[in-house]
């Protein structure tokens, strides 16, 4: 369990990297707008990343014998999350999600954000909205002496609550030493059979909280490069992510 929990000087290595995200990822909302692509977007990340110091944590990263090869994932309108950067121009009225993280002397951060690309249709504004709502509830319920679940209630009831689909295939996750750390921060409330651990949240343990949160339903299927996730109904999904601090008062957020 113990190590599960960081201690301050550890916190702070994990603020610098968090904080690295933050302003990649205020750099990227500068850039977007109809015309520029995936990969350029994806570029500017690696560039940012790499010129204060860090390394883009993504870069790389392995699942079983599949290598990430970029710097971001770049996902596009029903793309949950994990989007290869394309080639193909944003248009106005699409939403796009950027998922980054950041290696700086042995310590990782980890956020996501979903933009507006022009003027977006109201009902894709709302599931954003509620989206970046939902995660800041479950921030909010990342406090000493709860249990993981409460982070989970709070993103599932908000969600549902506005008719949405909670994606049940992917997770938030711990992160400290190595991008992906236990335990996994399922964004619904698992049954029993499914194998998460409701864990006693205890001062010092850090989470990415990441809802990601589909406008029709919660299925989703992979595409055919093997890594980009899509909604199975073909309809638009939002992904917000913060680095997150277990606090007595709730959760601190590093990737602010």
């Given at each position: 369990m113990s190590r599960l929990i960081k201690t301050e000087a550890e916190i702070a290595r994990m603020r610098e990297a968090s904080h690295i995200v933050a302003e990649c990822l205020n750099y990227v909302e500068t850039l977007i707008r109809p015309g520029v692509t995936p990969m350029e977007l994806n570029s500017a990340v690696d560039r940012f990343i790499t010129e204060r110091g860090a390394y883009p944590a993504f870069k790389g990263y392995r699942v079983k014998r599949q290598t990430f090869q970029y710097a971001a994932c770049v996902s596009v309108n029903n793309a949950v999350v994990h989007g290869i950067?394309?080639?193909?121009?944003?248009?106005?009225?699409?939403?796009?999600?950027?998922?980054?993280g950041a290696e700086k002397d042995g310590w990782f951060g980890d956020g996501a954000w979903t933009f507006a690309v022009g003027a977006i249709a109201p009902a894709t504004q709302k599931l954003m909205d509620v989206t970046r709502e939902s995660l800041l509830l479950g921030v909010a319920r990342a406090r000493v002496g709860g249990r993981l679940f409460d982070i989970s209630e709070a993103i599932q009831d908000y969600c549902e609550m506005h008719g949405y689909g909670v994606v049940r295939e992917l997770v938030g996750h711990g992160i400290g030493k190595h991008l992906h750390e236990d335990p996994q921060v399922p964004n619904y409330i698992p049954s029993p059979k499914e194998g998460f651990t409701n864990l006693e949240l205890l001062e010092g343990m850090t989470f990415a909280i990441e809802p990601m949160i589909n406008m029709g339903t919660e299925k989703v299927r992979t595409a055919k490069d093997k890594w980009t996730v899509l909604t199975a109904d073909g309809k638009p999904s939002a992904h917000f992510e913060h680095t997150v601090v277990v606090r007595r008062g709730g959760g601190e957020i590093l990737t602010k």
């Open positions: 950067p394309s080639r193909e121009p944003l248009r106005e009225g699409d939403i796009v999600s950027v998922d980054c």
